[in-house]
């Protein structure tokens, strides 16, 4: 069960968070109201009570009295099992979200290459370039660990290198038509 967006709730237990947008790492704690402000790809982006805007991941929605999301822990495991489809790659980059805007990092238009080579000994090395919408964003990092680990997941996949790039710097014209009209662009 996801909260509702904008709903107000009390940390059952402290948890590890990253604040939005210089992605540095805080503790909340027990008993600290936060308001959920958005609840996608398994990630939570919260309000705390001093205004900051922090990203609590999926493996503590225990802390916000959510069970299970079906997020980044769930994505991981083995991955060397069934064909490999680079459509699949696609999909799971689609599970990782912005945590200030509502919109995955596909549709977002942060995703500037996506290839994949057979390797020699089995599997495929998968190399994606992604950028963020500004070159001081510190969620970066963060982003990019998210989507290492949903690639991984994809069967077939047994390496992942994602670099992050700002050549060229992203603008709004690389997001998609859904993601213009999510936003209100249209």
Not at 13 to 26: F, H, S, T, W, Y
Not at 86 to 112: H, S
């Amino acid at each position: 069960m996801a909260p509702e967006r904008r709903s107000r709730t009390t940390l059952e237990r402290d948890c590890e968070a990253n604040l939005i947008p210089g992605g540095q790492r805080v503790t909340l704690f027990q008993g600290d109201e936060v308001t959920v402000t958005q609840s996608l790809g398994g990630s939570f982006t919260v309000q705390t009570s001093h205004g900051d805007l922090a990203r609590i991941s999926s493996e503590d929605a225990d802390a916000l009295g959510l069970g299970p999301t079906g997020g980044t822990a769930a994505h991981q495991g083995s991955a060397e099992t069934g064909p490999f489809d680079i459509a699949q790659v696609v999909e799971q980059l689609k599970t990782v979200f912005d945590p200030e805007i509502p919109v995955n990092v596909v549709d977002l238009g942060l995703v500037y290459a996506c290839d994949a080579q057979a390797l020699p000994e089995g599997g495929h090395r998968v190399e994606i370039k992604m950028s963020m919408t500004a070159p001081g964003c510190g969620m970066g990092d963060v982003l990019r660990q998210d989507a290492i680990a949903r690639v991984q997941a994809v069967p077939g996949v047994t390496d992942v290198d994602i670099e992050l790039v700002w050549d060229p710097p992203w603008d709004m014209s690389r997001m998609s038509d859904a993601a213009r009209l999510e936003l209100g662009f249209y």
